[in-house]
């Protein structure tokens, strides 16, 4: 589904070796499951059966989670240009209240309520406040781990269905659990083709292997930016949940064996020429400490030609489109980062975001993507799966309301 298009620099035979043993580690090891996921059965059969209980009762949805529980589902509503989705992603009240106040008929509402530990504290507020501002429809499920939790007894005291996020796959991996494919089936989007996707990712070994290479290079390199710039508008959301699974994965303080952690890059996220007005001069000319990946969908960058021309420096595109224009301005970008001695590569995929390939592209994508972060971290014996350092400031937060003031 997607390809290597480009690169800067050739892999050494014995790291693309190392990245390959690090990945057929990851695949092969028991202890977390997102790469089994595809194979779990029970999984895309419960999301399929409720959702089609709730179909044709339901014009809105609204989603209640945070981070790893709401994302991947922003990335396909975006990616796929669904409209109908309210995310209470955040504890802002002022989001909040706009975001109630844009409900339509909330007899014809679905509310899923979504967190792996059911404790999030922001989740958890937001349910409380859609509690005490409004009513419920009779479309009210739960998605957390099978375990008793605050979240889970609520929905059992309700009489809510309930889905299940597997204890061995973390809230950042869960995208392909039913965090993201009971929305999606609920949507009406084709789960068979999320599944073929992400079987076809864990089938692309070679591929895997080559971009965990490149991203080891670019550490050994000092480059301590990854620049992910994604050719399309509707990438925003793609890059936040990118930029989360790198983040909370790669950078931690210990290794395995509780020695100073080897130093992984921060993520930053551009958006296709958009941001080639508000950052590329300083990547063009600032520090050489970043690596870039450039993603390409080729179906962007087709259109209907431009007839006529009215101002002298649109002449030239003539018998050309717009979409040419897109592609141009990514090839001559990435041209450019390069003649200043900035490394880089190309992703690319065929595949149309205007129709059913766009749910196996995103299939794959997100399983793609989890592999090389979690075949990364294997390499340099990092723990890609725990976030201890996001637990700090959650414990302070607490602590802030039983401090008498």
Known sequence: MFSIQS???????????Q???????????????????????????????????????VDQ?????????????QVITEMLGILNVIYIDNVDPLHFQNQIESLQDVKRTGWIVTSKSGSTIETLCALEMVLQVTSLSSYVAVISEKRKNSLTEWAQKNSYPQLEIPEDVGGRYSILSPVG????????????????????AL????????LIAQTLMSFERNEWVTVFWIYASRGLSLGRWI??????????????????????????????????????QQMME????????????????????FRSAHFPETEYLKGHSMGELFAAEAKATQLALEHKGRESLCLQTQASLQSHAGEKALGFFFMMMELVVAGVAQHLGINAFNQPGVELGKRLAREHFKTPS
């Open 243 to 280: 930029q989360q699974l790198w983040a909370e994965s790669l950078g931690k303080e210990q290794d395995v064996k509780g020695n100073p952690a080897p130093r992984t890059s921060t993520p930053f996220i551009a958006i296709g020429t958009t941001d080639q007005h508000s950052t590329l």
């Open 181 to 200: 494919m009971f929305p999606a089936a609920l949507l009406g989007l084709d789960l068979s083709l999320f599944r073929q996707g992400a079987e076809e």
């Open 286 to 305: 600032g520090s050489r400490d970043k690596f870039y990946w450039f993603i390409r969908f080729s179906s962007l960058e087709k259109s209907e030609p």
């Open 7 to 17: 690169q800067s620099s050739a892999i050494p035979a014995s790291l693309l070796e």
């Open 203 to 210: 089938k692309s070994e070679e591929l895997i292997a080559q």
């Open 61 to 73: 949805i609204v989603l209640i989670g945070t981070g790893g529980s709401s994302l991947g589902v």
């Open 19 to 57: 990245s390959r043993e690090s990945l057929k580690k990851i695949l092969n090891q028991t202890e977390w499951g997102f790469a089994q996921i595809p194979r779990r059965s029970s999984l895309w059969s419960d999301c399929e059966a409720l959702a089609q209980q709730w179909r044709g009762n």
